[in-house]
């Protein structure tokens, strides 16, 4: 099984983007999902959860009221849109699948990552 995530890019600050992360293999549709990142010199951290259906989500403060997730579980897609974007915001964006919350420990499926940079 894989993720491919996409849609990363330059943007300036005050931009938006959409990120997506499609699965490939076999279903993941049953599986919670979640984002993280990794800016340069720091840990990958927690970005934002969906529950498998949908009925749930979390967010890292820091993203709190300008990134949305969401999913479509017949496309088996996993997305991101974020507005308002910040120069803190650059980092590579990760999807994964399989765990719950914002514990990067218990995700055992990873996307390749994708690039967000957001100039001031």
């Known amino acids: 099984v894989q993720l491919q995530a996409s849609g990363g890019g330059l943007v300036q600050a005050g931009g938006s983007l959409r990120l997506s992360c499609a699965a490939s293999g076999r279903t993941l549709s049953t599986y919670g999902k979640g984002w993280f990142r990794q800016a340069p010199g720091k840990e990958r951290e927690f970005v934002a959860y969906?529950?498998?259906?949908?009925?749930?989500?979390n967010y890292a403060d820091s993203v709190k009221g300008r990134f949305t997730i969401s999913r479509d579980n017949a496309k088996d897609t996993l997305y991101l849109q974020m507005d308002s974007l910040k120069p803190e915001d650059t980092a590579v964006y990760y999807c994964?699948?399989?765990?719950?919350?914002?514990?990067?420990?218990?995700?055992?499926?990873w996307g390749q990552g994708t690039q967000v940079t957001v100039s001031s």
């Open positions: 969906i529950t498998r259906n949908g009925s749930w989500r």
């Open positions: 994964a699948a399989g765990g719950i919350g914002s514990k990067i420990n218990d995700y055992d499926v």
